[in-house]
């Protein structure tokens, strides 16, 4: 929810900044929104499982 939330509140973002003036293609649009968050997005996909399983078998947080 929270990636495509992101997604969602940058796109607004940048349509305000095109009523400003702001020149942007959608080509350009599109490949800043998808090019540049995929490795984040990887990352929270990979990542935050892998470090919540880790601290369930150290017992730092219990599996719930």
Known sequence: GA????????????????LMGTPITWQAFLSAVLLTSIPGIILQIVLV????????RVGLIENV
């Open 3 to 18: 990636m495509l939330g992101g997604r969602i509140v940058w796109g607004i973002v940048r349509y305000v900044m095109l």
């Open 49 to 56: 499982p892998l470090v919540v399983l880790a601290l369930e």
